[in-house]
């Protein structure tokens, strides 16, 4: 007795090797997409909580700015703090008052450069500049 094979000309028995392969490109095809914008995201959100970061220290180096020493011209000043390097430097603000009036105030332009480097990207700086004013000496 021989075995013999009937086709019946459908194709009820399921996916060819052609149409898995084709599946299996899609597939990994989509998933590459999905970690590059997962990647991508994820270093968007270490830079800007880098930003963050910087950001307070520049506004905290600002605010402390005359508090404890007095303000000069040509005043330079670094530090590191969070493993940020900052710079601040302060310049004499010369308005030119009106002939009658006195400037019973003085005033100083206040930089403050804070800089890091992120990871294995460039290197990053954010710069903040106030007017402080304080009362005449």
Known sequence: ?????KFSGTRDDGFTLIEAIVALVIFAS??????????RGMQSIRIANGEAEALEIA???LQSAGTSEAVEDARHETGVSGGMSWE?????YKPEPPPEAQAKIDGYWVTVEVNWREGGLR????SLTTLKLFPSS
């Open 59 to 61: 506004r905290s180096v």
């Open 30 to 39: 989509a998933f590459v997409v999905a970690q590059y914008a997962l990647g």
């Open 88 to 92: 601040l430097a302060a310049s004499k």
């Open 123 to 126: 290197p990053r700086k954010i």
């Open 1 to 5: 007795m021989t075995a013999a094979f």
